[in-house]
T-cell receptor, first 117, second 115 residues
Framework: EAGVAQSPRYKIIEKRQSVAFWCNPI?????LYWYQQILGQGPKLLIQ????????DSQLPKDRFSAERLKGVDSTLKIQPAKLEDSAVYLC???????????????FGEGSRLTVL | GENVEQHPSTLSVQEGDSAVIKCTYS??????FPWYKQELGKRPQLIID?????GEKKDQRIAVTLNKTAKHFSLHITETQPEDSAVYFC??????????????FGTGTRLLVSP
């Protein structure tokens, strides 16, 4: 079974520039998550999709971050304009989950490492 | 609240020793507690999980215990091996009023197993 695919693996940009990350979840997984992992910290949930609807984006800095999952499969996360503190690994994960159920196992992608100079 | 505390932040043991990592959660409604292992430069991967209807779960050399009253859960690794060296994250579920859950992760424990 193919895992969660993410690209690019690495990205270096200057502050105030924009960047976009792409994620393809495991086939059939309804729920998709974007996590931000700053060096030395645990993953922090930015946004959670159930199919193509947003379940939770309470910790997404909406003045600069946006995410979409238009057809309920692939997702993109965009940062514009980037700040120095956005340097982190952006992890995409997917799971089989429905309303009223626990999340079950999250399957993570390899992550996209962003460096903002 | 949404808070998971994890201790210690680093743990060094000799090969063959046991390692214990402890987590505390704040939401009394949390009912799902997974543990993820993240090797350097790799993705986090689930190693074991426990639900609130059981107090202990074991899988070969790893075990997890849960104390719902104290809101504590712990990861136990016995007979540690160098390949156990990694960062371990605990997590606890938070159920939203929509019925969907999310995971809140601890800050991680870097385990180093020396030969």
């Amino acid at each position: 079974e193919a895992g969660v695919a993410q690209s690019p693996r690495y990205k270096i940009i200057e502050k105030r520039q924009s960047v976009a990350f792409w994620c393809n979840p495991i086939s059939g997984h309804a729920t998709l998550y974007w996590y931000q992992q700053i060096l030395g910290q645990g993953p922090k949930l930015l946004i959670q999709f159930q199919n193509n609807g947003v379940v939770d984006d309470s910790q997404l800095p909406k003045d600069r971050f946006s995410a979409e999952r238009l057809k309920g499969v692939d997702s993109t996360l965009k940062i514009q304009p980037a700040k120095l503190e956005d340097s982190a690994v952006y992890l995409c994960a997917s799971s089989l989950v429905g309303q009223g159920l626990d999340t079950g196992e999250l399957f993570f992608g390899e992550g996209s490492r962003l460096t903002v100079l | 609240g949404e808070n998971v505390e994890q201790h210690p932040s680093t743990l060094s043991v000799q090969e063959g020793d046991s390692a214990v990592i402890k987590c505390t959660y704040s939401d009394s409604a949390s009912n799902y507690f997974p543990w993820y292992k993240q090797e350097l430069g790799k993705r986090p991967q689930l190693i074991i999980d426990i639900r609130s209807n059981v107090g202990e779960k074991k899988d070969q050399r790893i075990a997890v215990t849960l104390n719902k009253t104290a809101k504590h859960f712990s990861l136990h690794i016995t007979e540690t091996q160098p390949e156990d060296s990694a960062v371990y994250f605990c997590a606890a579920s938070i159920t939203r009023n929509t019925g969907f859950q999310k995971l809140v992760f601890g800050t991680g424990t870097r385990l180093l197993v020396s030969p």
